[in-house]
């Protein structure tokens, strides 16, 4: 373990509104951050942000946003909107953000429902979703295409289930190998803008892809200022649910 006081050595991670935004264990990627960190020698103090709590942007290395239903993106997307410049400037400054499914979509312009009824996003994101006829479900492994860190292994597995199809000009996540994706027909999936991390993936994300687990907790310490390497994890288990998924998948892995 490297040397240090507590409170040097402690990452913040601002979950937001963990009582509304949690579909399909999307809290389990906290799980997943804070024994990485731990096993580094790092703190991670997830700090759940309440609806009525404030929120601080300025004490956050690293924000998570999951997915939520319609109903509940709309209850997010209005307390939020109080706190819209504090999080563009904060995601302009390089701050990692990880945003799944709802929490994605938030980020964007608008989600707009098969009623035409909009639920207005946060316009951090020059992205706009609309939901179409017949949900897009099932188990996803795509190609992850970041270009900084870029591991050995390049895929992605989790699940997704969106009636939402998203749209943008950013650089995605990654590449559908199998699933759906932003929206079933350009073959991309999520997004990467900065410190931004935003994906469809469910499962929940991180148990299953522990390279993107690191890739976002190196980019929290280096937001800290802290640029040490990671040491490598035994993440036996960690591959062996990664791969068995691709099996599942008949992706080559
Ligand atoms: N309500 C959104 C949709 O169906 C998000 C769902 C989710 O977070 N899984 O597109």
Redesign the pocket.
Same mark, same amino acid.
């Given at each position: 373990m490297t040397e240090g006081t507590t409170a040097e050595r402690t990452v913040t991670l601002a979950h937001l509104f963990p009582e509304l935004l949690n579909?399909y264990a999307d809290q389990g990627n906290v799980a997943v951050l804070r024994r990485r960190a731990q096993a580094r020698g790092w703190t991670l103090r997830a700090v759940p942000v309440k609806l009525g709590s404030p929120m601080d942007f300025a004490s956050a290395d690293m924000v998570l946003l999951g @997915? @939520?239903?319609?109903r509940e !993106?709309q209850i997010v997307g209005r307390e939020l909107a109080a706190y819209r410049e504090d999080f563009a400037a904060a995601i302009e400054a390089g701050l990692p953000v990880l945003a799944v499914? @709802?929490g994605y !979509?938030l980020l964007g312009r608008y989600y707009e429902l098969q009623s035409g009824e909009r639920v207005a996003g946060l316009g951090l994101l020059d992205v706009a979703t609309k #939901?179409d006829k017949g949900?897009l479900i099932g188990n996803i492994a795509i190609e992850w295409t970041s270009g900084e860190g870029a591991p050995d292994v390049r895929t992605i597995v989790g699940f997704e289930? %969106? #009636? @939402?199809r998203t749209y943008h000009d950013y650089a995605p996540l990654g590449r559908v190998l199998k699933g759906h994706g932003n929206n079933g027909r350009d073959h991309q999936e999520g997004l990467q803008y900065k410190g931004v991390v935003g994906t469809y993936i %469910?499962g929940p994300l991180l148990p299953k892809n522990p390279h993107l687990a690191d890739h976002l907790l190196a980019r929290a310490l280096a937001f800290k200022g802290c640029r040490e390497p990671l040491c490598a994890l035994d993440d036996a288990l960690e591959w062996s649910a990664h791969h068995a998924v691709l099996e599942m998948l008949g992706v080559k892995s």
């Open positions: 579909l @997915g @939520g239903s319609d !993106q499914c @709802g !979509q #939901a949900r289930n %969106h #009636a @939402g %469910h």
